[in-house]
């Protein structure tokens, strides 16, 4: 084999195993690589998504604890106006 026929070999060896690494690459690693990025994505979406649900969570609470308060109060004046209904009819 001469000089010639061998860096023939070995240009043509270096070409093949580019050309295999770039198909593997476009197969591989460019899908798993975007796959990431939609998780990463997803990922902050749902972060989000959970701040702003614990947000309402705590606004309900509150919210509920007002209307508890409320309804406190309304039973309370129902109480005391039946007790001046009952005094002005006797």
Known sequence: MSEAQFMGFLIGAIATLLGIAS?????????????????????????????DNELLGQRVTKHGQEIDTLRFKVNDHDHDIAHLKEAVNK
């Open 23 to 51: 198909v593997i690459v476009a197969i591989i690693i460019r899908p798993i690589i975007s796959l990431n990025k939609s998780i990463q994505k997803l990922n902050d979406s749902i972060d989000k998504l959970n701040g």
